[in-house]
Protein backbone atom coordinates (compact mmCIF):
# COMPACT_ATOMS: atom_id res chain seq x y z
CA UNK A 1 0.00 0.00 0.00
CA UNK A 2 1.11 3.44 -0.84
CA UNK A 3 0.92 6.82 0.73
CA UNK A 4 1.21 9.80 -2.37
CA UNK A 5 1.06 13.29 -0.88
CA UNK A 6 2.34 16.51 -1.78
CA UNK A 7 1.74 19.58 -3.67
CA UNK A 8 1.85 21.02 -7.29
CA UNK A 9 2.76 24.48 -8.50
CA UNK A 10 1.68 26.74 -11.07
CA UNK A 11 -2.04 25.75 -10.94
CA UNK A 12 -4.97 28.21 -10.27
CA UNK A 13 -7.94 26.28 -9.66
CA UNK A 14 -10.92 28.62 -7.89
CA UNK A 15 -14.10 26.67 -8.42
CA UNK A 16 -15.06 23.27 -6.77
CA UNK A 17 -16.76 22.25 -10.54
CA UNK A 18 -13.37 22.79 -12.18
CA UNK A 19 -11.58 20.44 -9.00
CA UNK A 20 -14.14 17.96 -9.42
CA UNK A 21 -13.80 17.33 -12.94
CA UNK A 22 -10.08 16.98 -12.83
CA UNK A 23 -9.72 14.90 -10.17
CA UNK A 24 -12.95 12.72 -11.67
CA UNK A 25 -10.53 12.52 -15.33
CA UNK A 26 -7.13 11.54 -13.25
CA UNK A 27 -9.14 9.17 -11.05
CA UNK A 28 -10.58 7.34 -14.69
CA UNK A 29 -6.65 7.69 -15.83
CA UNK A 30 -5.33 6.01 -12.80
CA UNK A 31 -8.38 3.40 -12.75
CA UNK A 32 -9.45 4.11 -9.35
CA UNK A 33 -13.12 3.17 -8.41
CA UNK A 34 -15.25 6.44 -6.79
CA UNK A 35 -17.27 5.45 -4.36
CA UNK A 36 -18.66 8.17 -3.32
CA UNK A 37 -17.58 12.17 -3.49
CA UNK A 38 -17.65 15.30 -1.99
CA UNK A 39 -16.59 19.26 -2.12
CA UNK A 40 -16.82 22.37 -0.33
CA UNK A 41 -16.40 26.20 -1.92
CA UNK A 42 -14.53 28.58 -0.51
CA UNK A 43 -15.24 32.61 -0.79
CA UNK A 44 -14.03 34.24 -2.51
CA UNK A 45 -12.19 31.09 -3.96
CA UNK A 46 -10.70 28.19 -3.28
CA UNK A 47 -11.81 24.50 -2.89
CA UNK A 48 -11.09 21.36 -1.08
CA UNK A 49 -12.37 17.86 -2.39
CA UNK A 50 -11.83 14.33 -1.83
CA UNK A 51 -12.72 11.33 -3.88
CA UNK A 52 -13.70 8.09 -1.71
CA UNK A 53 -12.16 5.81 -3.44
CA UNK A 54 -12.80 1.27 -3.62
CA UNK A 55 -8.72 1.37 -2.76
CA UNK A 56 -8.82 4.53 -0.10
CA UNK A 57 -8.79 7.99 -1.26
CA UNK A 58 -7.49 11.23 -3.38
CA UNK A 59 -8.36 14.61 -1.82
CA UNK A 60 -7.19 17.92 -2.99
CA UNK A 61 -7.14 21.44 -1.27
CA UNK A 62 -6.54 24.74 -3.62
CA UNK A 63 -4.66 27.62 -2.89
CA UNK A 64 -5.72 30.03 -6.10
CA UNK A 65 -3.76 32.90 -4.23
CA UNK A 66 -0.53 30.87 -4.56
CA UNK A 67 -0.89 28.87 -7.65
CA UNK A 68 -0.82 25.43 -5.16
CA UNK A 69 -2.96 22.32 -5.08
CA UNK A 70 -2.25 20.18 -2.35
CA UNK A 71 -2.55 16.48 -2.46
CA UNK A 72 -3.00 12.99 -0.93
CA UNK A 73 -3.47 9.91 -2.34
CA UNK A 74 -3.92 6.91 -0.29
CA UNK A 75 -4.45 3.17 -2.20
CA UNK A 76 -4.32 -0.26 -1.46
CA UNK A 77 -4.27 -1.60 -5.12
CA UNK A 78 -0.91 -3.70 -5.47
CA UNK A 79 -1.06 -2.33 -8.96
CA UNK A 80 -0.58 1.52 -8.12
CA UNK A 81 2.07 2.93 -9.11
CA UNK A 82 2.79 6.25 -6.91
CA UNK A 83 5.47 7.53 -9.64
CA UNK A 84 2.81 7.40 -12.72
CA UNK A 85 0.15 8.54 -10.37
CA UNK A 86 2.11 11.80 -9.57
CA UNK A 87 2.71 12.56 -13.31
CA UNK A 88 -0.91 11.91 -14.52
CA UNK A 89 -1.67 14.47 -11.67
CA UNK A 90 0.28 16.76 -12.88
CA UNK A 91 -0.81 16.37 -16.72
CA UNK A 92 -4.55 16.45 -15.91
CA UNK A 93 -3.99 19.63 -13.52
CA UNK A 94 -1.96 21.57 -16.12
CA UNK A 95 0.73 21.87 -13.19
CA UNK A 96 4.37 23.68 -14.21
CA UNK A 97 6.49 21.15 -11.52
CA UNK A 98 5.42 19.38 -8.45
CA UNK A 99 6.96 17.66 -4.96
CA UNK A 100 5.84 14.37 -3.97
CA UNK A 101 6.47 11.65 -0.90
CA UNK A 102 5.59 7.99 -1.26
CA UNK A 103 5.05 6.08 1.84
CA UNK A 104 4.55 3.11 1.91
CA UNK A 105 1.89 1.53 4.46
CA UNK A 106 2.78 -1.96 6.53
CA UNK A 107 -0.27 -4.40 5.42
CA UNK A 108 0.12 -6.18 8.76
CA UNK A 109 1.01 -5.20 12.29
CA UNK A 110 4.32 -7.02 11.52
CA UNK A 111 5.83 -4.96 8.75
CA UNK A 112 8.33 -2.29 9.94
CA UNK A 113 7.96 1.43 8.41
CA UNK A 114 10.06 2.05 5.37
CA UNK A 115 11.59 5.27 5.23
CA UNK A 116 9.53 7.36 3.20
CA UNK A 117 10.28 8.08 -0.42
CA UNK A 118 10.86 11.86 -2.11
CA UNK A 119 9.57 12.27 -5.74
CA UNK A 120 10.91 15.28 -7.11
CA UNK A 121 9.41 15.74 -10.79
CA UNK A 122 10.89 18.68 -13.04
Given at each position: MAHLIGHINGVII?????????????????????????FHQFEPVGTTGVLV??????SAHTYPENKMVYIDVFCCSKDFDPSACSLVIEREFGASS?????????????????EKQSLITP
Open positions: ERSENLQAIMIKVADVCNFHVVTQALAESHFGSWQVIQRPVNDRAEFP
